[in-house]
């Protein structure tokens, strides 16, 4: 079973940032994709990791930024510039040997 921890999120004022983190027990990944959600709003795709390449959603790129670590084992959502519109419940999905696995999400309010 892996296991997938989301981390980072808090309260930031408008234009600030923040890295969420997302650590996980598997080295056989597939994809990595952040999701958030927000109240009474569909969850939203904000970034795909495959094969070395990322994808954002139109309403993150150039102000979020994806990464991994050289271990390889934890992901990083760097989100700057950061606006209200931003504050939603951000998951981190692991795609590993045909199966998907989440993490419990982590809260990103931006708020003055």
């Known amino acids: 079973q892996v296991q997938v921890v989301d981390s980072g999120g808090g309260l930031v004022q408008p234009g600030g940032s923040l890295r969420l983190s997302c650590s996980f027990s598997?080295?056989?990944?597939?994809?990595i994709i952040w999701y958030r959600q927000a109240p009474k709003k569909q969850r939203e795709l904000v970034a795909i990791n495959a094969r070395r390449l990322t994808n954002y959603a139109n309403s993150v790129k150039g102000r979020f930024t994806f990464s991994r670590d050289n271990t390889g084992n934890t992901a990083y959502l760097q989100m700057n510039l950061l606006k209200p519109e931003d504050t939603a419940t951000y998951y981190c999905?692991?795609?590993?040997?045909?199966?998907?696995?989440w993490g419990q999400g982590t809260q990103v309010t931006v708020s003055s």
């Open positions: 999905s692991v795609h590993s040997d045909n199966r998907d696995y």
């Open positions: 598997t080295s056989i990944i597939d994809s």
